[in-house]
T-cell receptor, first 114, second 115 residues
Framework: AQSVTQLGSHVSVSEGALVLLRCNYS??????LFWYVQYPNQGLQLLLK??????LVKGINGFEAEFKKSETSFHLTKPSAHMSDAAEYFC????????????FGTGTKLQVIP | KAGVTQTPRYLIKTRGQQVTLSCSPI?????VSWYQQTPGQGLQFLFE???????NKGNFPGRFSGRQFSNSRSEMNVSTLELGDSALYLC??????????????FGQGTRLTVV
């Protein structure tokens, strides 16, 4: 069975500071991993995805994430936070193979302080 | 190509009524999943359809049902609405089995308010 744990339901950073959102996964097979962002009253938008190619994945809006198998982690980072980054972020896992069921974490709300 | 389309975007219903929400996946995608999102419970999986068959179901009462048509469009129905059913209902479209590197593409959701 697959699962995702996001540490910290709320994270606050100052504008210009490093953003670090934590995600740990559990999967019985090599996983696909995703980060999604959600703005108020909107659907989820894909930020980036890991699909067993490079372990450091670059996404949109300056975000990146590193897949660390030994730590079963897929933390999301951005060097310098911008006010527009304030949103809710979801980590998700899907087991590679024929049937893709996506399991989401509980989400982390990012607040950016001016 | 067009994204995932959910209709309506907003809906207000009275307790006891029923409601039907619609989702049109990305053209060529055969899998549609539904999620309920609330402030207290987060994103909860409702069910997933592929080729008109329900393959997975979350832990929701039987009042929540769905179906998928031959053109992959999906509907979900909630009967005997309760106040707690107020939520953002999200539909996700996936390519389906055998499609590698597939992520879920989401619609903008239907905001259901039960009064």
């Amino acid at each position: 069975a697959q699962s995702v744990t996001q540490l910290g339901s709320h994270v606050s950073v100052s504008e210009g500071a490093l953003v670090l959102l934590r995600c740990n996964y559990s999967s019985s097979v090599p996983p696909y991993l995703f980060w999604y962002v959600q703005y108020p009253n909107q659907g989820l938008q894909l930020l980036l995805k890991y699909t067993s190619a490079a372990t450091l994945v670059k996404g949109i809006n300056g975000f990146e994430a590193e897949f660390k198998k030994s730590e079963t982690s897929f933390h999301l980072t951005k060097p310098s936070a911008h006010m527009s980054d304030a949103a809710e972020y979801f980590c998700a896992v899907s087991e590679s193979g024929g049937y893709q069921k996506v399991t989401f974490g509980t989400g982390t709300k990012l607040q950016v302080i001016p | 190509k067009a994204g995932v389309t959910q209709t309506p975007r907003y809906l207000i219903k009275t307790r006891g009524q029923q409601v039907t929400l619609s989702c049109s996946p990305i053209s060529g995608h055969r899998s549609v999943s539904w999620y309920q999102q609330t402030p207290g419970q987060g994103l909860q999986f409702l069910f997933e359809y592929f080729s008109e068959t329900q393959r997975n179901k979350g832990n929701f009462p039987g009042r929540f049902s769905g179906r998928q048509f031959s053109n992959s469009r999906s509907e979900m129905n909630v009967s005997t609405l309760e106040l707690g059913d107020s939520a953002l209902y999200l539909c996700a479209s996936l390519g389906g089995p055998g499609v590698r590197n597939t992520e879920a593409f989401f619609g903008q959701g239907t905001r259901l308010t039960v009064v």
